[in-house]
């Protein structure tokens, strides 16, 4: 069983984690879109443009920032399937994976993640406390 705060120290490693993927793909993304581009003349149709006009000065970062954001959601997954679902080699009792279902149902509608976490624990708390399931 894990420790309340060694639970609270991987839930901060965790946020820390997602937060840092989504710094690195914006400035991973922002060099590779400025990468040969220093020393060039500027061309009639300003910097950033192609011969056809078109500003392709967005396209990689936009690129990089859409895999790191999937990235993010492939780490949260994998934290998701390892811990709330399976208790060792066996299922989750009924009250942790209700609980886990509030939690992500707190995080589509948008919640910050650390409120989903703290709503997806209080919602298998009481389930437990009460003796439902």
């Not at 965790?14 to 060099?31: D, I």
């Not at 020393?39 to 990089?64: H, K």
């Not at 976490?117 to 708390?125: D, E, N, R």
Request: glycine residues 16%; hydrophobic residues 50%.
């Amino acid at each position: 069983m894990m420790s309340a705060g060694s639970f609270l120290i991987a839930l901060a490693a965790l946020s820390l984690g997602t937060y840092l993927m989504r710094f690195a793909g914006v400035k991973l993304g922002g060099a590779i879109a400025t990468k040969g581009r220093r020393g060039q003349p500027v061309t009639s149709g300003g910097a950033g443009t192609t011969s056809a006009g078109v500003d392709d000065s967005g396209t990689s970062t936009e690129r990089v920032t859409m895999w790191m954001d999937r990235a993010t959601v492939v780490l949260i997954g994998a934290v998701f399937a390892t811990t709330a679902i399976f208790d060792g080699q066996d299922l989750a009792d009924p009250a942790r994976l209700i609980g886990v279902g509030a939690g992500v149902l707190a995080a589509i509608v948008r919640v910050p993640m650390l409120l989903a976490v703290v709503i997806g624990m209080g919602m298998c708390a009481l389930i437990r406390t009460t003796g439902i399931l």
